[in-house]
């Protein structure tokens, strides 16, 4: 599970990085609750939560079922 969060991760990267992002891995639990670190110039961007939910949650749970939720640490 953690191979398929972080290939996904990877495929969003770009997007976050022309905007002065990046998106850091933390851990993944025992209920696929994804843990996340927004940093860069997503770590202090108002939009982040928007950015988080809107943009990586949905991805990530397109791409993946098994994941319940996302979330930034």
């Known amino acids: 599970m ?5 290939k ?6 770009p997007g976050l990085q022309a905007d002065g992002g990046d998106v850091e891995f933390v ?3 025992e209920d696929n609750v994804v843990y996340i670190r ?3 110039a997503c770590g202090g961007c108002p939009m982040s939560q928007i950015t988080l ?3 990586i949650e949905r991805i990530m749970k397109m791409q993946i ?3 319940k939720a996302v979330e930034a640490i």
């Open 2 to 6: 953690k191979e398929k969060v972080l």
């Open 8 to 13: 996904v991760l990877e495929s969003i990267r």
């Open 27 to 29: 851990k993944i639990d």
């Open 38 to 40: 927004l940093v860069g």
């Open 53 to 55: 939910k809107q943009g």
């Open 65 to 67: 079922p098994e994941v």
